[in-house]
């Protein structure tokens, strides 16, 4: 599976940027798709996921703030983020991985269990 994300930058408190993940060498049905995010010093942690059905789940301090999407051909994922804060200042990565037994939702608490990354695309709010 390759990854490619695009779409980050610098952005003040309170606005919007939409991330893209180009995905492709993956088969649709049984596969989570997910954003994560690494912030110096600190663990990555996941921000949200799709399931092949279309299922979202969220982390919860980004819930009514972030939307994560699929376009028709499921080529690629986006995540629109509004309502931008500080602390979500990040490097933001895209994730790929069957679902397995586990399930996507609980995928999305365990960075470590995903097989496919990107090279991350940097997120930067201003207070």
């Known amino acids: 599976v390759q990854l490619v994300e695009s779409g980050g930058g610098s952005v003040q408190a309170g606005g919007s940027l939409r991330l893209s993940c180009a995905a492709s060498?993956?088969?649709?049905?049984?596969?989570?798709l997910g954003w994560f995010r690494q912030a110096p010093g600190k663990e990555r942690e996941g921000v949200a996921v799709?399931?092949?059905?279309?299922?979202?789940t969220y982390l919860d301090s980004v819930k009514g703030r972030f939307t994560i999407s699929q376009d028709n051909a499921k080529t690629t994922v986006y995540l629109q983020m509004n309502s931008l804060k500080a602390e979500d200042t990040a490097m933001y990565y895209c994730?790929?991985?069957?679902?397995?037994?586990?399930?996507?939702?609980?995928?999305?608490?365990?960075?470590?269990?995903?097989?496919?990354w990107g090279q991350g695309t940097q997120v930067t709010v201003s207070s």
């Open positions: 994730a790929a991985d069957r679902r397995r037994s586990l399930g996507c939702a609980t995928k999305l608490g365990r960075p470590a269990v995903w097989n496919s």
């Open positions: 060498g993956y088969t649709y049905s049984g596969y989570c």
């Open positions: 799709i399931e092949s059905d279309g299922t979202t």
